[in-house]
């Protein structure tokens, strides 16, 4: 995962070998292993295997270290992101979705996300594209009392009754089309908050039958909130209500979930994930699950890093009181850590951290915050800049601009 993704396997291997060469690591054998031999032997690794080490190191990093929470509760995020695939995956049952303008086949990723801790809890890469249904599989990790933040695309009766019912509390970007009358009438009111029993309509009831959900639907208490940003109007539906809940703090913890996005472009545009070395199902999952384990272990040695940021003085605490800003990941200092340097620094010393011992483990971490720390960059509240979409124009799109007269 650390190595060129535009480069062969072999030469992958061979860099690998002259690394820890390098690095004064002893390996099996002096060269490295044919390309062939290697691809062989990983097929019959498991990829969850990813998953169970990821479990394993959360486990123990939350053991050790005191992770931030909002208001008593860890904040998760849960969001998918379509990721291109080679198309010899079309034999495993990924599909190849809109034919007529795509020629790659398609696999959807879905995370579960602690947004304050920016740490990815649990993964899947499915091949079909129903991220309510990944939703549920990921509430499996879930503990009564934490907090799940939604977009729109997954507000639904199904996840609102299933999350309800485990004792997890649910946030909510509601759809301003809804076809529920009680969430219509808060809608057009000029109310900006409101508890109602929301209770499904027959035909939901009757879908979700059509798609193997029997639930026993009852009313379950949703709170509303409305308001308006910038001429923008944005509506939640939560199921955390109460003094110590004030409505103005939604629309900063929702802000929180953008996290996840920024998790997606890591993926894409830093590690270029989609250019993938394997060309089977279990191998494309193996890069998958291993490039976010690789992404939670730069984001442990970020966050060890952060307690040797200088703090704010009185002057950044002003300024921040001023625009309302609060930074969960590391509060008490106005920097942040360059993550792209972060995961470049621990990319270059994964053998290191794999194949050393425990003594020069020791002296290894040192090293590697200390050139983690060098680059950094100064939070400025208040600063803001317009979304810009650099997706490339088809020759086919339609457009303004005139025909030039003859």
Known sequence: ????????????????????????????????????????????????????????????????????????????????????????????????????HRHYPQGLLSCLYNVLSKTVYDFNFVSHMNERKCALHHLNIL?????????????????????????????????????????????????????????????????????????????????????????????????????????????????????????????????NIDEFHSKTGRGVKQEVYAHLLLINLSRFFEFDAQDSLPHMNQEDKEKCSAFNFYKFFNSTSMFNINFKNCLRVVSNYIENLFLDSYEELRNWVAKVTQKILRIRQKIRPGRSFLRQSFKPRKDWEKTNIKPIAP
Request: aromatic share 12%.
């Open 1 to 100: 995962m650390s190595s060129g993704r535009g480069q062969g396997l072999s030469i992958n291997l061979l860099e690998f070998w002259d690394s820890c060469e390098e690095k004064d690591i002893k390996l099996p054998q002096n060269k490295s292993v044919a390309a062939s031999s290697f691809c062989e032997g990983r097929q019959k690794i498991p990829e969850d295997i990813f998953k169970d080490i990821n479990k394993c190191l959360l486990e123990n990093w939350n053991k050790k270290r005191f992770l931030p929470l909002w208001l008593g509760h860890r904040v998760y995020a849960i969001d998918g992101s379509r990721v291109n695939i080679p198309r010899e995956l079309i034999k495993f049952g990924f599909k190849i979705y809109d034919e007529e």
């Open 143 to 271: 503990e009564p009392n934490d907090v799940a933040i939604f977009n729109r695309g997954y507000s639904s009766y199904l996840l609102l009754h299933e999350f309800h019912r485990k004792g997890v509390h649910t946030i909510f970007r509601m759809q301003e089309g809804s076809t529920n009358k009680r969430i219509v009438d808060f809608i057009r009111s000029s109310k900006t908050e409101e508890i109602i029993e929301y209770v499904p309509s027959k035909a939901v009831i009757s879908d979700l039958k059509k798609q193997g959900y029997f639930l026993k639907p009852k009313p379950i208490p949703l709170r509303l909130i409305k308001h308006t940003i910038k001429g923008k109007t944005y509506l939640y539906g939560t199921t955390l209500s109460g003094e110590q809940y004030p409505a103005n703090s939604f629309s900063d913890l929702y802000h929180e979930r953008w996290s996840i996005e920024e998790l997606y472009k890591i993926s894409k545009k830093i590690i």
